[in-house]
């Protein structure tokens, strides 16, 4: 059952992109390929989730708390 929007699947969609590249363009402070190390890992692993949510058009945490951004069906 899909309750995500297509508003909120081209955000998401937009937000999941940047929140993957953004450690793979960044400078690491250290000199090394990645940036920002644990936080690269959750940048990449936020931008799998919301790039899957946008895909799937259904949210889990919407489901939890009761909320839909795409019209009902008849």
Do not use: H
């Amino acid at each position: 059952m899909a309750n995500v929007g297509t508003l909120d699947r081209i955000v998401r969609a937009i937000a999941g992109v940047v929140l993957l590249a953004i450690p793979f363009v960044s400078a690491a402070p250290e000199g090394g390929g990645m940036a920002y190390g644990v936080y690269g890992w959750v940048m990449i692993a936020a931008g799998v989730v919301m790039l899957a949510t946008a895909a799937l058009r259904f949210c889990p945490l919407y489901m939890l708390f009761g909320l839909r951004t795409c019209p009902l069906s008849k």
